[in-house]
């Protein structure tokens, strides 16, 4: 897994089969769809893989029924499908978590009832779960923090959840395993065309080195998410955008504020929007919201009214009110949504089905969709492809692929299971050098071992990197991560060769992000 051999592959002059751009779930996605078909396949990044919306997502592999409800039921199908297939083939990083909608009119109890039969109607043999009513004594045995005044009932029913950054990491293992070679910090810059003006390679910058390679592809592949716009105005410059931001804001809280292994959903707040509140990491995580941005940013901020938005709305049902001075964490993404046709159209109400789009160019252009189907969305992707005769003919193999690190039966337990077989490496590390067991703060699983694998085996280059990724802290305690960054960096440091001033800039960049995290 070392990267500088991986940019070696870019100076061979070599036409590769498949270039993709973007180094979220949905680029992985087709990386790894591509390359175990056998295509010989180069993936792009320009941050660190999942650094926009992929790490930033509500953490649930869902089939989504605030879109059952809009009356988008193939989404539904082929997510509950997808939400399948990738708890059997990622059990490390997935779990089957148990919902609850507290009803508090008779008329919810029958209403969510049986829209949730449905819901386990179109998930069909790969339902994880049925759906039923449970009387008030037992939806508050089932969220023992709920507001008890004036509850009639409540609904159980089962969806997915996971870890999207570990989930994206193991894809590009997955991928890399099968012959891609797949780099972060390595910034397109250009789009090279034929005689025909056909895109036929990119232009890329290697941030770290500012060294730049021209690479050519049989076909190019846009699947940069909120960013897609950009690529195509590289193609032509008059093109329209396709793609509006919609942030959505979580914040992290102590466990405390929602006792219990159940998850809690609200399917309609004030505004018409969803609420959900999933333990995650042995904290809770709240939200999400759904605000219109003009343009796409890297590390977007949640807005004042965003978080006071979910702060009083997870009051009306909490016995114990969060208020700010609670908030251990908080952080934005920023979802593609087609661009509304009209002034006005609101979010929630667009598809979050994907799109593809074949320019004249021939480059292939992705949008759209959610984390539960990337993998439909990468084979739809290559398919497409060949279909338009840019790939020859081969089969799709991610349906029952296990994704790097699968274990069969992990300890759901163990505060790190989400590292499937690669724990035994981690382990070893240790083994081997004994400090490296040592803690990186006291509160937290988070060993010196850890590092070092981030760096030698899941490409790690910064402590964001680490601490944002590699595993959660930032996601889920800010305070602790800014604890943990001197010797973060200084891990880094040691594994990469870099000098004491490499380190304190480290330090003071990671303590810039961190205050877009926390709440002032």
């Not at 270039?19 to 790894?32: D, F, H, K, P, Y």
């Not at 605030?66 to 990738?86: F, I, S, W």
């Not at 994206?168 to 810059?189: D, F, R």
């Not at 102590?254 to 809690?264: I, K, T």
Request: glycine share 8%; proline share 4%; net charge neutral.
């Amino acid at each position: 897994m070392d990267r500088l051999k991986l940019i070696q592959n870019l100076a061979t002059g070599e036409k590769w089969d498949v270039v993709i751009i973007g180094g979220g779930a949905t680029g992985l996605g087709i990386a790894m769809d591509a390359a175990t078909r056998g295509y010989k396949t180069l993936l792009v990044e320009q941050a660190d893989f999942a650094k926009g919306t992929s790490s930033k997502a509500t953490k649930l592999v869902h089939g989504g029924v605030r879109y059952m409800a809009q009356g988008d039921l193939g989404l539904v199908r082929e997510a509950c499908h997808e939400r399948g297939l990738l708890l059997k083939n990622a059990p490390h990083l997935t779990k089957n978590e148990s919902f609850v909608i507290p009803n508090y009119t008779w008329f919810d109890n029958i209403k969510y009832t049986i829209g949730l039969k449905f819901y386990d109607l179109l998930a069909g043999k790969l339902s994880l779960g049925s759906s039923k009513y449970i009387n008030k004594e037992k939806t508050i045995a089932a969220l023992p923090s709920i507001k008890r005044e004036g509850l009639k009932g409540g609904v159980v029913y089962h969806d997915g959840q996971f870890d999207d950054t570990r989930l994206a990491l193991n894809i590009a293992q997955t991928a890399i395993e099968n012959g891609a070679t797949v780099l972060n910090y390595m910034k397109v810059e250009g789009l090279l065309k034929d005689s025909t003006k056909k895109v036929n390679g990119v232009k890329v910058k290697d941030i770290e080195t500012g060294n730049t390679y021209d690479v050519l592809g049989k076909v190019v592949i846009n699947a940069t998410g909120v960013y897609v716009d950009n690529i195509l105005q590289m193609d032509r410059p008059e093109a329209p955008h396709l793609v509006r931001p919609s942030q959505g804001v979580h914040i992290t809280l102590d466990r405390s504020f929602m006792e219990g292994d159940n998850a809690l959903m609200i399917p309609e707040t004030d505004d018409g929007r969803v609420l959900f509140a999933v333990p995650w990491h042995d904290k809770l995580i709240v939200g999400t919201t759904d605000t219109l941005r003009d343009d796409p940013e890297l590390e977007p901020q949640a807005l004042d009214e965003e978080i006071e938005f979910i702060l009083s709305t997870a009051a009306k049902y909490f016995r114990k009110k969060p208020s700010r001075a609670d908030v251990l964490a908080v952080f934005a993404g920023l979802r593609p949504l087609a661009a509304p046709k009209q002034e006005g159209s609101k979010t929630k109400e667009i598809s979050r089905s994907h799109k593809i789009i074949v320019s004249d160019s021939a480059m292939i252009t992705i949008t759209g969709g959610k984390w539960t189907t990337f993998r439909r969305m990468a084979q739809d992707t290559v398919d497409k492809a060949i279909e338009k005769g840019y790939l020859p003919a081969k089969s799709c193999k991610t349906e029952q692929l296990h994704i790097h690190g699968y274990v069969a039966s992990p300890d759901q337990s163990d505060p790190l299971h989400f590292y499937g077989t690669d724990l035994l490496g981690i382990q070893k590390l240790i083994q081997e050098n004994p400090s490296l067991g040592e803690r990186l703060v006291p509160a937290y699983p988070y060993t010196k071992a850890m590092v070092v694998w981030a760096v030698r085996n899941e490409y790690a280059r910064r402590v964001e990197d680490v601490l944002g990724r590699r595993f959660r802290l930032l996601f889920l305690d800010v305070k602790a991560a800014l604890a943990a960054a001197p010797e973060v960096a200084r891990i880094i440091a040691e594994e990469l060769n870099r000098d004491q001033a490499w380190v304190e800039n480290e330090v003071e960049d990671f303590k810039k992000l961190a205050k877009t995290y926390t709440i002032f």
